[in-house]
């Protein structure tokens, strides 16, 4: 059983950054796909960014360039620096991680944190 805790949300400007974490309740070391998904009111939760066991990164064409998903094994968190934020990146914005493989599929995740909500305004 993992458990994931996320904290680091809030609300910011537009141009503003705010970083996510995601406290994991396992080590980060082995086969853990770990991501990061939001979902706004209305819409469809969606793939924000991965970080797969082999430590290769996915991104929404939507953040690529703005967000950088990172973890540190030995604090067993992960982390979504979030730069240059946009209205449109307000979201409920949620960990997951998947000791099976992991994909870019909100069903490819076993396990779900919480939440943080993010909120940009213009």
């Known amino acids: 059983q993992v458990q994931l805790r996320e904290t680091g949300g809030g609300s910011v400007e537009s141009g503003g950054s705010l970083t996510l974490s995601c406290a994991a309740s396992v080590s980060l070391d082995n086969d853990v796909c770990m991501g990061w998904f939001r979902q706004a009111p209305g819409k469809e939760r969606e793939a924000v960014a ?7 990164t996915t991104y929404a064409y939507s953040v690529k360039g703005r967000f950088t998903i990172s973890q540190d094994n030995a604090q067993k968190t992960l982390y979504l620096q979030m730069n240059s934020l946009k209205p449109e990146d307000t979201a409920m914005y949620y960990c997951a991680a998947d000791e ?3 994909g870019v599929s909100p069903g490819d ?9 993010v909120t940009v305004s213009s």
């Open 100 to 102: 099976l493989g992991g």
């Open 109 to 117: 995740f076993g396990y779900w944190g919480q939440g943080t909500q």
């Open 50 to 56: 991965i970080i797969d066991s082999s430590r290769r």
